[in-house]
């Protein structure tokens, strides 16, 4: 029975960086031009953002600071952190896998997790900050529109594709 759990917990949590690390490798920057572009698209949408929640310049100044401060990921850490996930999956399919490598890469990406979340909450925490009540409001009714879009999206991809299947191919 222990080994059955065990193999359990082994398996789920090898399947949540597998989804991580799919995740992390389909969001990041290949070369600068890569980043650039991402960049670029950051830029429009924060420049959208800040124009439908009515930002005073000094708003916009003090916002834009912080995003600079909390920047997506410094440098470094990213290309390590994916590292470790990759190393974590060739451990894991070892035919030995060492329990004590496998704690200690497991660790490692916690950690950097944990680091990420806490930056992710003073950053939102900095910005209620500089933000008036209104204005929040409003960044929240912006945020729960575009997740209803996406979510929107994602089931027209998704009928759109169970239908291309019934179309005759040329």
């Not at 990041?28 to 800040?50: I, L, P, W, Y």
């Not at 060492?98 to 704690?103: A, F, L, M, R």
């Amino acid at each position: 029975m222990k080994k059955v759990s065990k193999s359990l917990m082994v398996l789920s949590v090898v399947g949540m960086l597998f989804a991580a690390q799919y995740g992390e490798a389909n969001r990041g920057c290949v070369d600068s031009a890569d980043c650039t572009q991402e960049s670029n698209r950051t830029e429009v949408r924060h420049k959208n953002m800040f124009k439908e929640i009515n930002l005073t310049t000094e708003q916009e100044v003090k916002i834009k600071e912080i995003f600079k401060k909390y920047k997506s990921c410094p440098e470094g850490e990213a290309p390590q952190v994916r590292d470790a996930r990759v190393e974590l999956m060739k451990e894991l399919d070892s035919a030995q896998p060492s329990e004590q490598k496998i704690k200690e890469l497991k660790k490692e990406i916690v950690n950097f997790q944990a680091k990420r979340l806490d930056e992710m909450i003073s950053m939102k925490q900095e910005m209620n900050g500089v933000l008036t009540e209104e204005q929040i409001a409003k960044l929240k009714e912006l945020k729960e529109n575009n997740k209803e879009d996406k979510e929107n999206h994602k089931k027209t991809s998704k009928d759109k594709k169970k239908w291309n299947f019934f179309k005759a191919k040329d």
